[in-house]
T-cell receptor
Framework: GAVVSQHPSRVICKSGTSVKIECRSL??????MFWYRQFPKKSLMLMAT?????????EQGVEKDKFLINHASLTLSTLTVTSAHPEDSSFYIC???????????FGPGTRLTVT | KQEVTQIPAALSVPEGENLVLNCSFT??????LQWFRQDPGKGLTSLLL?????REQTSGRLNASLDKSSGRSTLYIAASQPGDSATYLC?????????FGKGTMLLVSP
């Protein structure tokens, strides 16, 4: 089946630094990818929709200058958490949409801890 | 390794019917269970979250139950409407993992 990878799987960084998370679709081209975050004991929430070659669409309440999304190719989207703070610590998960089948495939997630 | 199964894979009902979607998981050591709705080409919409210590959650016409010991959850939709047509996904959360079922595709006809 289709595979979506995320890198890194876990990252610990200091407050004030920036962290980049990569999401790759390994065996299909994805014009659309989605980024989610999950706080402890909270539901998974959609952050933004990433479209290849254009600007991402952010959900209400998500700071686009803080969570930079780049979808430069049909197999790679990146999420950069800029000037990270402890409240940004969360589980970030991406998904890639196979436009041919309309199926969405999820990455394994990245656990970010900001100290 | 956690495995999540959803039954049925697809369901077609006339408008107004009450219906139940089923989700089962193999490892009962979970933090929570979530139900999502997915419309074609769109991101997931969270419907209900049940913590591992809870038995059920309700939101409008939706009611989700959780029996952690038996590894089962159900999503009950009352008085279904055509706008409910979508794929419904169940996901269980561990410490650093999120495991999804394959979903139930629901079609509610007018």
């Amino acid at each position: 089946g289709a595979v979506v990878s995320q890198h890194p799987s876990r990252v610990i960084c200091k407050s004030g630094t920036s962290v980049k998370i990569e999401c790759r679709s390994l065996d299909f081209q994805a014009t659309t990818m989605f980024w989610y975050r999950q706080f402890p004991k909270k539901s998974l929430m959609l952050m933004a929709t990433s479209n290849e070659g254009s600007k991402a669409t952010y959900e209400q309440g998500v700071e686009k200058d803080k969570f930079l999304i780049n979808h430069a190719s049909l197999t790679l989207s990146t999420l950069t958490v800029t000037s990270a703070h402890p409240e940004d610590s969360s589980f970030y998960i991406c998904s890639a949409l196979n436009s041919g089948t309309d199926e969405q495939y999820f990455g394994p997630g990245t656990r970010l801890t900001v100290t | 390794k956690q495995e999540v199964t959803q039954i049925p894979a697809a369901l077609s009902v006339p408008e107004g019917e009450n219906l139940v979607l089923n989700c089962s998981f193999t490892d009962s050591a979970i933090y929570n269970l979530q139900w999502f709705r997915q419309d074609p080409g769109k991101g997931l919409t969270s419907l209900l979250l049940i913590q591992s210590s809870q038995r059920e959650q309700t939101s409008g016409r939706l009611n989700a139950s959780l029996d952690k010991s038996s590894g089962r959850s159900t999503l009950y939709i009352a008085a279904s409407q055509p706008g409910d047509s979508a794929t419904y996904l169940c996901a269980v959360s561990g410490y650093s993992t999120l495991t999804f079922g394959k979903g139930t595709m629901l079609l509610v006809s007018p």
